[in-house]
């Protein structure tokens, strides 16, 4: 047992490959692994692995295995809308800086979750950002989707590519004037080239949707009538995940459905009971690889 000890605490503690704690001791790799094996069965050595207490791993892995996803990330937040934002936001955050590189171009939507997201970030790799869609002009917090943009683009030092216009324009003509300002033209040109998107989801009511509270109420009832349930940048979708195309999709200034769907890395945040309901809509559209959620959504949407 003293020898077994000696030995875990070379591989554990120190650092030390079998091959050195062989020559060590004076013994073959395999009695090194095998003295390993029992410092594990005996109880000399315990193995946790412990999560951040905010990350549930149990409905994470149910989550992704439902839905078939790259990844899910469950975080167990308070019933409290504004705490889900911040932890939700905080935990893209960190997603990001694990996952982007240097060859990314990454495109951000906009939403109040990724403006805490935009807010956490502390690193990133050098990489081309591009924004996803104009700015929701009724709102008083209009620059936030060109300031996520623009402060990831400072963290990463790559180039930036920002929209500064209105998401929802007042007819088709005057999207089409603006799709081909050179400013804008620039960050369209590259939506064909992102390789990680990161997106919000809302539902189809004026809680869960800033699109839907900038529409005016003939449209809202138009679109719930062909049956919309929920939308991603202004993309909307049925019950059942199928786009839903109506004229609003002439006048956005937006990435679209199909062009998300070439994106090899979707990232989806979103979070709030309120929301299980769009959240797996948008799941049910295929466009989304990654899902950042809390703990009351897994469980609606994943139950045990």
């Excluded at 005057?174 to 939506?191: E, K, M, N, Q, V």
């Excluded at 459905?257 to 959240?279: F, M, S, T, W």
Aim: charged share 25%.
């Amino acid at each position: 047992m003293v020898l077994v000890s000696a030995i875990a605490r070379r591989f554990y503690l120190d650092g030390r490959s079998k091959v050195e704690i062989g020559e060590e001791f004076g013994l073959s790799r395999f009695r090194v692994a095998r003295a390993l094996e029992t410092a594990r069965e005996s109880g000399i050595v315990r193995i946790d692995i412990r999560l951040p207490a905010r990350l549930d791993a149990e409905l994470s892995d149910r989550l992704r295995d439902a839905y078939g996803l790259r990844r899910a990330i469950v975080v167990s937040a308070p019933d409290d809308p504004a705490q889900i934002r911040q932890q939700l936001g905080a935990v893209a955050a960190d997603l990001l800086a694990e996952i982007v590189t240097a060859d990314d171009v990454l495109g951000l939507a906009w939403g109040r979750t990724l403006q805490v997201m935009g807010a956490e970030l502390t690193r990133l790799a050098p990489c081309t950002t591009v924004q996803l869609n104009g700015v929701l002009s009724a709102r008083s917090d209009t620059a936030g989707s060109v300031e996520t943009v623009r402060r990831a683009a400072q963290l990463s030092g790559g180039p930036a590519y920002p929209i500064y216009a209105p998401l929802i324009l007042p007819d088709a003509a005057t999207a089409r004037t603006l799709r081909a300002d050179p400013g804008i033209a620039a960050a369209f040109a590259h939506f064909d080239r992102l390789t990680t998107a990161v997106v919000a989801i809302g539902g189809w009511d004026e809680r869960s949707s800033t699109v839907f509270e900038s529409l005016d109420p003939a449209v809202r009832e138009h679109c719930a009538g062909l049956g919309v349930r929920a939308e991603i940048s202004a993309q909307l979708f049925d019950a059942d995940g199928a786009q839903v195309r109506t004229e609003l999709g002439e006048r956005v200034l937006s990435v679209s459905a199909d062009q998300l769907r070439r994106v090899p890395e979707v990232i989806a945040v979103a979070g709030g009971a309120g929301k299980a309901e769009a959240i797996g809509v948008a799941l049910k559209t295929g466009l989304i690889s990654t899902l950042v959620t809390d703990s009351a959504v897994a469980r609606a949407l994943a139950p045990g």
